[in-house]
């Protein structure tokens, strides 16, 4: 069964860091290209970055400098360190991949940005 799941969201202190998580099924991970999402009440669903298989990345504005995304193909996972934090970037978030015509979602983590 095709799966992803998220992991590493939490309460943070504005100006701190969190690093996510997303492991995979081997099957949807391998030689594809992974991105990270989150949404907030309200707004649209927001591409954030993206990784491909070769370790090619790309971020939105919003994150840029501030977001990394990275993957360890030998262990199915792709991660999203998060620094510099702002109240804005609360929201959840999930990884997502297209896999031979269909897209899949993890369950999403919450980040929350507060003092």
């Known amino acids: 069964q095709v799966q992803l799941v998220e992991s590493g969201g939490g309460l943070v202190q504005p100006g701190g860091a969190l690093r996510l998580s997303c492991r995979a099924s081997?099957?949807?991970?391998?030689?594809?290209?992974m991105h990270w999402y989150r949404r907030t009440p309200g707004k649209e669903r927001e591409l954030l970055a993206s990784i491909t298989s070769d370790f090619r990345t790309n971020y939105s504005d919003s994150v840029k400098g501030r977001f990394t995304i990275s993957r360890d193909n030998a262990r199915n996972t792709v991660y999203l360190e998060m620094n510099i934090l702002k109240p804005e970037d609360t929201a959840v978030y999930y990884c997502?991949?297209?896999?031979?015509?269909?897209?899949?979602w993890g369950q999403g983590t919450q980040v929350t940005v507060s003092s």
């Open positions: 997502n991949v297209y896999h031979e015509g269909d897209y899949y």
């Open positions: 081997a099957k949807i991970f391998s030689g594809n290209t």
